[in-house]
């Protein structure tokens, strides 16, 4: 509720977080929004959207000149954004960059760590990519020369051929070429074939892998040869084929060699790659599914080698390669991709093996080593960088807080520095400066509050609840104590505090009668004279526990509640030592609606071990932003516990429905119509406890006027 107004400080000066030049400090978004609107740009940014949305309903209707100024105000409403970007970029900057800490490592990770990682990510991707370019070469070479040895195997055969003379011996010749083929290549076929529509003439091999010796083609002028797909009952396979014209006999005949892509023949590649080839893709077309271009809707996929285990593709980078795939029947080379995952391991010890000697091995590990040892001195460097941005920035921030501590009035604060350097020494300079400062205040704030507590002493006997209402512009204070008996334990105080600052205080002493009154008379001079030391309400409960705590016997407490209204800050700032709830109006509720606000807090004066600082730390300090209209009501329990006959209490709820209904009244008929209403409850019924109320209304300041001159 509190947290985007001033916080009080240690000697009860609120200073606002803008003050200090911290933009780290939350800021008040609706005053920056405001300070927008108000500015220049955001009323021509208003303007500009204003004459657009009358425009926007006319549309094509507006007449020519309407237009034009709509898309002059489109261009204003840019320029302005981005003015307003820049300007929300700027203030961001700032807050980002404000700290010296963050300057450092900002400076250190430009500086340092940027431009390694962005190197080492260049030379990654780049022997990255350098590493998937070799692999896709040999296997792309790999490929070629199975081609290769098809086209070879075909020109053999032809030569052979030609130096057969009978028809029994053609089979024999291709049988023959077979038989030192198929150790390499299993599942090689080889055939003599004619024009199309002549029957075949020879055929060695299975020619299982496509439908039968295909025709010889019409665009085989003397050689040729490629890689392409062929398709037998909805099974494909890649096949090297090579064909080689003949003539024999006076007819021209085609010697044609298929070497299928074979589990035996992609592990060898995959050997002499140091890959792992998963499919090649292509679109089927023509009757032996010859592949075309890739990455079309009717593309297909053939398995090269079965599915590799998760041992043999650990560590693979997957890679596609283009290569030209054959269309046997109009011999058109066509785009099909090579999918396969690159094992870099393997691939570098092919590529650097030498002998027995592995020097693949070698390279890798002090390739390894030199990688550690990088990794390691930059992790060391990092983190070093920041420990010496933490401990310089850590200095300059504690002499920071410590200078503005001070300068709020903090004089106990001391810088916490165990660098044993400059910064060290100049800690401790600040904590001796500071702590001679102090002692010497401390000094002069003891004397004034035992001259203050020797004055009051003489005068309490004089008065016990003051004469009269406060006054002061900008605060309308009336205030009203009906004790039970002749004397009672209720108390209200206000306190001229300067400055437009008014403390009031209304405490209840538990019991009745003349020790209340001494205990009240007591805890009067007390704050009387602790006002005057301690601008902190809590500060000031602290203090007053302290003392009362060994004064009060064993069976009495007292709960008080204090308040320090600040007009010149506009705030109201209070705590709550175990007494009733303050009850809070604020002006601006529509329907008016109150507030019970109760802060923590243990009552004053208990006697027990290590009440003190219990004490100290379960006290709450809270502050309020108030203005005009505000109404703010302290009482006891003898309000709101007050009992009719039947023993009903007045109670809380009713009390909050009295104060939304008249809240609107002058504190003094307001005071008037509490007690009324109060004893219409209460009827004949017997007052069994003391009734205090004080009401704190809040009004406009004069213009102008010095509330140091209301003091008395």
Request: proline share 6%.
């Amino acid at each position: 509720m509190t947290a985007s107004h001033p916080a009080p400080s240690a000697t009860g000066v609120s200073v606002a977080p803008e003050r200090s030049g911290n933009p780290d400090a939350p800021p008040d978004r609706l005053s920056r929004v405001r300070a927008v609107v108000a500015s220049r740009v955001g009323r021509a940014l208003l303007a500009t959207l204003g004459l657009k949305l009358v425009v926007a309903p006319l549309g094509t209707d507006a007449p020519g000149w309407l237009r034009v100024i709509d898309s002059v105000g489109t261009i204003v409403i840019a320029v302005g954004l981005g003015y307003l970007l820049f300007r929300l970029l700027a203030r961001l900057q700032r807050r980002l960059l404000w700290r010296v800490r963050r300057k450092l490592v900002l400076s250190y990770l430009l500086i340092g760590f940027v431009p390694i990682l962005l190197a080492g990510s260049f030379f990654l991707l780049s022997g990255t990519l350098l590493l998937l370019t070799v692999s896709s070469s040999l296997v792309q070479r790999g490929l070629d020369d199975v081609v290769e040895d098809a086209t070879t195997l075909a020109a053999m055969t032809a030569v052979d051929l030609e130096s057969t003379t009978g028809s029994r011996d053609l089979s024999a010749v291709l049988v023959r070429r077979l038989q030192v083929t198929e150790g390499r290549y299993p599942g090689a076929s080889i055939a003599l074939v004619g024009r199309p529509g002549d029957p075949t003439d020879a055929i060695a091999g299975e020619w299982d892998h496509a439908p039968g010796p295909p025709p010889s083609p019409a665009w085989l002028a003397r050689s040729g040869g490629g890689l392409l797909m062929t398709e037998v009952a909805g099974r494909r396979s890649i096949v090297a084929r090579g064909a080689q014209r003949v003539r024999w006999q006076e007819r021209v005949y085609v010697v044609v060699v298929d070497l299928p892509l074979s589990d035996g023949v992609v592990a060898r590649l995959q050997e002499d790659s140091g890959t792992v080839l998963i499919d090649i893709g292509g679109s089927t077309s023509g009757s032996e599914g010859v592949v075309g271009s890739t990455l079309v809707a009717d593309e297909v996929r053939v398995p090269l080698s079965p599915p590799a285990g998760p041992m043999e593709t650990a560590g693979g980078l997957p890679w596609v390669s283009f290569l030209d795939l054959l269309d046997w029947p109009t011999g058109e080379h066509r785009r099909g991709a090579l999918s396969f995952q690159v094992r870099p391991s393997v691939l570098y010890g092919l590529l650097v093996r030498s002998g027995e000697f592995n020097l693949a091995g070698v390279l890798v590990v002090t390739l390894v080593l030199i990688a550690v040892m990088f990794l390691t001195i930059e992790a060391v460097a990092l983190v070093m960088g920041f420990a010496l941005a933490k401990s310089i920035t850590g200095a300059v921030h504690e002499l920071f807080t410590g200078t503005e501590r001070v300068q709020r009035g903090d004089l106990s604060h001391r810088i916490q520095v165990d660098t044993q350097d400059q910064l060290g020494e100049l800690a401790a300079s600040f904590n001796a400066m500071t702590g001679s400062i102090g002692g010497l205040l401390e000094q002069a704030q003891e004397k004034r509050r035992l001259e203050e507590e020797l004055r009051i002493a003489r005068d309490i006997q004089m008065s016990l609840l003051p004469d009269a209402p406060a006054s002061m512009p900008g605060l309308e204070v009336s205030a009203v104590c009906r004790p039970a008996r002749e004397v009672g334990g209720d108390y209200y105080e206000f306190v001229r505090l300067g400055d437009g600052r008014l403390g009031v205080l209304v405490a209840d002493v538990s019991g009745k009668g003349t020790s209340a009154a001494f205990y009240m008379a007591e805890l009067k001079g007390l704050i009387l004279s602790l006002t005057q030391i301690y601008q902190s309400p809590k500060r000031l409960l602290i203090e007053v526990n302290r003392i009362l705590a060994t004064s009060l016997d064993n069976r009495t407490f007292i709960t008080m509640i204090y308040a320090v209204v600040d007009l010149e800050a506009r705030t109201m700032t209070y705590v709550r030592a175990g007494h009733t709830p303050l009850i809070y109006l604020p002006a601006n509720g529509h329907p008016p609606q109150t507030q019970i606000l109760i802060p923590d807090g243990l009552v004053v004066g208990l006697q027990l071990d290590g009440i003190e600082e219990r004490f100290a730390d379960l006290l709450e300090e809270r502050t309020l932003p108030i203005a005009p209209g505000d109404l703010f009501v302290l009482f006891t329990d003898g309000i709101t516990e007050a009992m009719n006959e039947e023993f009903d209490l007045f109670g809380e709820e009713r009390f909050s429905r009295l104060l939304e209904e008249h809240g609107h009244l002058p504190s003094d008929a307001l005071r008037d119509r509490i007690l009324g209403d109060v004893e219409a409850f209460v009827g004949d019924a017997e007052q069994h406890d003391d009734m205090t109320v004080v009401l704190v209304q809040i009004d406009d300041p004069p213009s102008g006027l010095d509330t140091d001159a209301t003091q008395p």
